[in-house]
């Protein structure tokens, strides 16, 4: 969210307070990212700095006391930004709805992924078919990322294209591990951003 909002030219700065753990928003924008839910949620914080100010386009979705921009987004060009971790979930809906939303009400992904993962056999016979969708994958080399990279790279081979990002931080040699596995054995189009110094 702060990197969009800078991107955006809006202002990000230090918050009057930091937010770390459990803390509660108000949802003031009825958007279909927060369709169904109460008007007060439960998350889950961790920052010092927050947006400021809103870029252009953006709408306040939540807030909180000490933080106003805890949501935005601008529903004409389906970007959103959360302050909170949308994949910590603690309220009895079971799944993060965010995860849900997002993808099936924006991006319209649901049907699609899920014919092209399901019907892989058809797609064969059919080599046109969903030639059109390319997909970006951001590959952390943990279980999550990689079962999804190897899934879409099953269903539109070729069409996807992972990005790994060595920070510097990672355990012995395993940025060496994720490309050998993912480019070398899986023959995935992986990018890797060597980010291990900062200029």
Not at 73 to 81: L, Y
């Amino acid at each position: 969210m702060q990197l969009t909002a800078r991107r955006c030219r809006a202002a990000v700065k230090p918050g009057q307070a930091r937010e770390y753990g459990h803390a509660n928003i108000d949802v003031v924008e009825a958007d279909p990212l927060f369709e169904g839910l109460p008007a007060e949620l439960d998350v889950w914080m961790s920052h010092g700095d927050q947006v400021e100010t809103l870029p252009p386009g953006f709408a306040r979705l939540a807030q909180t006391a000490t933080c106003p921009n805890a949501a935005m987004g601008d529903t004409r060009r389906r970007i959103f930004g959360l302050q909170f971790h949308p994949r910590w979930w603690p309220h009895a809906a079971g799944q993060p709805p965010f995860l849900r939303h997002f993808p099936v009400r924006y991006l319209r992904l649901h049907r699609r992924l899920a014919h092209v993962v399901l019907h892989r056999g058809e797609r064969r016979r059919h080599p046109q078919a969903g030639r059109q969708v390319h997909v970006i994958c951001g590959l952390s080399g943990g279980v999550d990322s990689s079962v999804v990279a190897a899934l879409l790279h099953r269903a539109i081979g070729p069409q996807l294209h992972c990005i790994f990002v060595d920070n510097g931080l990672l355990r012995y040699r395993e940025a060496e591990q994720v490309e050998s596995t993912f480019r070398e054995r899986m023959g995935i189009d992986l990018h890797v951003a060597h980010a291990q110094t900062c200029s």
